[in-house]
């Protein structure tokens, strides 16, 4: 086996590793690429249990209008290829003291 091969089988085996006890690592930049700039800047993932992404917004608006496109945005997600597959992406308001704001 080559030496890049065998660096990409450590890579990929350490990726699913970090998966499993922080899944939300490196999913925030997965999300921002699904997403888009527009949608990444009002909100920011908050969990990720049991394949689902539970997603805070910055506004009512936000989540209410998102929830609409859970379907699609799923889809994207998993197109970029998480370590494992997202099943549900959940989207609610967040107060705006509760989170940093990303502009």
Known sequence: MSEFRR???????????????SPGLGLQTLWERAAGE???????IQSVRDGTVTIACDSGGWACELR????????????????????????????????????
Request: glycine share 6%; charged share 30%.
């Open 7 to 21: 660096l990409g089988a450590i890579i990929e085996k350490e990726r699913k590793r970090l998966w499993k006890t």
């Open 38 to 44: 527009d949608i990444a800047s009002h909100t920011v």
């Open 68 to 103: 609409l496109a859970a379907a699609d945005l799923t889809a994207r997600l998993n197109a970029l290829g998480p370590p494992a597959a997202i099943r549900e992406i959940r989207f609610v308001h967040q107060a705006q003291g509760g989170r940093k704001s990303r502009k």
